[in-house]
């Protein structure tokens, strides 16, 4: 087995971490510049990415521990997760606003590309996997 030094390793990732992710004011900056663009509120946008993460994991948290720990899915677990998906739609709308979208119209942009990269309507393990060009 390799022995692995913690220290070094930290010294490692040190080096291949960013200035902004470091540096308290040059995170401070790049916000500051972030935020004369038009249509970004990167306080929000920041708030809703660490929020859409954390919930998801709450979310995630419930159905690990009913598949794969043996809970039972009660009406409890069931509400629970009702909460859950509460809260991200929460962050979700948050960051609609934050990168001024209507929710409305980001729906139906996640429709259209549905629609073109399932032809048929229908789900396709094929077109799953093999994407044409610029679907994302």
């Not at 920041?46 to 794969?68: D, P, R, W």
Request: aromatic share 12%; hydrophobic share 35%; charged share 20%.
């Amino acid at each position: 087995m390799t022995k692995i030094d913690l220290d070094s390793y930290q010294n490692f990732v040190s080096a291949v971490t960013s200035e902004t992710s470091n540096q308290t004011d040059t995170l401070v900056n790049r916000l500051q510049h972030l935020a004369t663009y038009q249509n970004l509120n990167p306080s929000l946008l920041l708030t809703a990415s660490i929020g859409l993460s954390s919930e998801g994991g709450e979310f995630s948290e419930i159905v690990k521990k009913m598949i794969f720990q043996g809970k039972p899915f009660t009406e409890e677990h069931r509400f629970h997760m009702k909460r859950e998906l509460g809260d991200i739609l929460w962050y979700w709308t948050n960051a609609c606003r934050a990168l001024g979208y209507s929710p409305n119209d980001v729906v139906a942009e996640n429709v259209k590309k549905l629609e073109s990269r399932y032809p048929g309507g229908s789900f396709n393990p094929f077109y799953s996997e093999n994407r044409a060009e610029g679907d994302l």
